[in-house]
């Protein structure tokens, strides 16, 4: 199983994310085709080595649109060390009707910021940049990362990570998430910034993920809103459940280390978090933040590799729910929904309740970072009045893929090895049902075609 550790010693960002697994070997040309599906006018990304106090790594920005403005200009600081992307937000949500963003970074940010509370970020060379007040919806991004062409894998977890993003967001603004908006200087860059980390997860087939403690620094930050803690509260609300650190350079606050963004971007990948694993390692990259700090290096590190164990580990969350006043159509639904959310699994059984009621059990199986999405879910969506849950320790298998060529068109192979080997293979389920819709015949016969030709080829070799 191919597996991306990721090092979070001095925080995380949307573009230090993308920067570290170009870093690790990425192909920039595959990624900048990917992201070019989005047909985002005039935004095009670049990719760049730089040193972050004397240590070297890649640089991922977002050339924003040059006519991306209201006629506001605003004064940016020629301050080394700082990159040319200039732009209001990161990923910049806020309300429909919040439209004043002050721009300063009199509180040390270590990174490109991407929330709704504008973060000024000096270039290398100072100009004055203009923004913009059109507005893009949680909706609107949806239904350009669908029309984009983009890999299954990838549209859906660039969908989940702004699923994410936006639930946070509605929560501490109490908005309802149609309400919650990405300013459209901001939404060029965050839409870039997520689409791409999922890219590359999907390009790098990275099949699982582990992340460190996460460090949200320390100080305070000025927003729109005021002079606010860290960790910023969409940060904050992102890492419910998620072991965080809180560095400090001596008695000198650190700023915001973490941006929302980052924090969405990770605890939507990462199933588990803690020490690096014991693993076989292949490649390690760096991804860097806009500024060069002295005290310490401004960079993400990432450790891709195999793990070394035949059978990995990891922790889950199982929820449960005795349903006896809920009809079918709405535990179907809410299992729909479940599993559109992320969850790991779904399921439903028969039961007995008290008085000889027969009911339902459903249960959920989702990761630590996901159960307060999950938890609202079954809470909304069906009778219940309190949830079960406990922590699962699961064994697996590492899995890959293997695609065989059937009478149908192309199926691909669910592969599980234990000690290198492969002990189990199913035909991917989804790849059988189109191909057999396609063809007018039986999945079954897809499916058993799909597997034999596996089996034929295994023996020859």
Sequence with gaps: MKLAYFDCFSGAAGDMIVGALLDAGLDFAALQAELAKLELASCHVSARKVRRAGLAGTKFDVELPADAGDGNDHEHSDEPGQTARQHADEHALGHADEHKHEHSDEHGHAHEHAHEHAHEHAPEHAHAQTHAHEHRGLKEIVALIDSAGLSPRAADLAKRIFQRLGEAEAKVHGVDIQEVHFHEVGAYDSIMDIVGCAVAVDLLGIERVICSPIPTGSGMVKMAHGL????????????????????????????????????????????????????????????????????????????????????????????????????????????????????????????????????????????????????????????????????????????????????????????????GEVVTASPEYADAANAASAHGVAVKEVLAAAIELFRAAARKS
């Design 228 to 419: 606010l803690p860290v960790p910023a509260p969409a940060t904050a609300e992102l890492l419910r459940g998620v072991p965080i650190a809180s560095p400090r350079l001596g008695d000198k606050p650190t700023g915001e280390l973490t941006t929302p963004t980052g924090a969405a971007v990770l605890t939507t990948l990462a199933g588990e978090f803690g020490p690096l694993p014991a693993m076989t390692i292949q490649a390690i990259g760096y991804g860097a933040g806009g500024r060069d700090p002295a005290e310490q290096p401004n960079l993400l590190r990432v450790v891709l590799g195999e793990l070394a164990d035949a059978a990995s580990a990891d922790s889950v969350v199982e929820l449960a729910v005795n349903l006896d006043d809920c009809s079918g159509q709405v535990i179907a639904a809410a299992t729909e929904a479940l599993m559109a959310a992320g969850a790991l699994d779904a399921w439903v059984s028969p039961i007995y309740m008290k008085k000889n009621r027969p009911a339902w059990l459903l249960s959920v199986l989702c990761s630590p970072a996901d159960v307060a999405r999950m938890e609202s879910i079954l809470f909304r969506q069906t009778t219940t009045l309190g949830i079960r849950r406990h922590v699962c320790q699961r064994s697996m298998l590492a899995r890959r893929h293997e695609s065989v060529e059937t009478p149908y068109g192309p199926v691909r192979i669910k592969l599980g090895e234990l000690a």
